[in-house]
T-cell receptor
Framework: AQKITQTQPGMFVQEKEAVTLDCTYD???????LFWYKQPSSGEMIFLIY??????QNATEGRYSLNFQKARKSANLVISASQLGDSAMYFC??????????????FGAGTRLFVKA | DAGVTQSPTHLIKTRGQQVTLRCSPK?????VSWYQQALGQGPQFIFQ???????QRGNFPDRFSGHQFPNYSSELNVNALLLGDSALYLC???????????FGPGTRLLVL
């Protein structure tokens, strides 16, 4: 069965420092997509970054980068130069390729990030 | 360019009642997925609609049903509400089936 695991319930980081949020996944499907979303206290899920299973290079979006290690089935999010506004819940998610004309996306339990001034 | 919109923002119902939540996808998107997020947990996939048909379904009972309209907007219906249905209900849209999903602000449902 497909599974996403985020083992860090909470993380603290000093403002302007980098932080890595861990994510491991399990799937038997060779084609899948990995996502990271940010959820502030307002509740809205904000898309951060995407990595396809066949992508050769790690994805980057501004201060966000995804450290994709396919053999280890890990997709860690790295946030560089943390800002106070980065304090939020962060979810790792996996989407499998369509089998019946649609696809499911499963989410991990999330990591709450606290950025200290 | 309007993003994903959902209505209502908050809703209070009692056990046994029925509820309908609505979602309008981002401009240019034709696929809508619904998620349930209980307090302190990650979102759980309910189902996905594309071309007005349910294309995938998560592990939710038949009390949860949906619909997609020709303009791509969607409704989520929940019958015979239980206390455990209290959650944030998120709608996400994408362009065709495989592209990145963008989420709406959610509807907070409280069942008393």
């Amino acid at each position: 069965a497909q599974k996403i695991t985020q083992t860090q319930p909470g993380m603290f980081v000093q403002e302007k420092e980098a932080v890595t949020l861990d994510c491991t996944y399990d799937t038997s499907d060779p084609s899948y997509g990995l996502f990271w979303y940010k959820q502030p206290s307002s509740g809205e899920m904000i898309f951060l970054i995407y990595q396809g299973s066949y992508d050769q290079q790690n994805a980057t979006e501004g201060r966000y980068s995804l450290n994709f290690q396919k053999a280890r089935k890990s997709a860690n999010l790295v946030i560089s130069a943390s800002q106070l506004g980065d304090s939020a819940m962060y979810f790792c998610a996996m989407r499998e390729a369509p089998h019946t004309g649609g696809f499911k996306t499963i989410f991990g339990a999330g990591t709450r990030l606290f950025v200290k001034a | 360019d309007a993003g994903v919109t959902q209505s209502p923002t908050h809703l209070i119902k009692t056990r046994g009642q029925q509820v309908t939540l609505r979602c309008s996808p981002k401009s240019g998107h034709d696929t809508v997925s619904w998620y349930q997020q209980a307090l302190g947990q990650g979102p759980q996939f309910i189902f996905q609609y594309y071309e007005e048909e349910e294309r995938q379904r998560g592990n939710f009972p038949d009390r949860f049903s949906g619909h997609q309209f020709p303009n791509y907007s969607s409704e989520l219906n929940v019958n015979a509400l239980l206390l455990g249905d209290s959650a944030l209900y998120l709608c996400a849209s994408s362009r065709r089936l495989q592209e990145t999903q963008y989420f709406g602000p959610g509807t907070r449902l409280l069942v008393l």
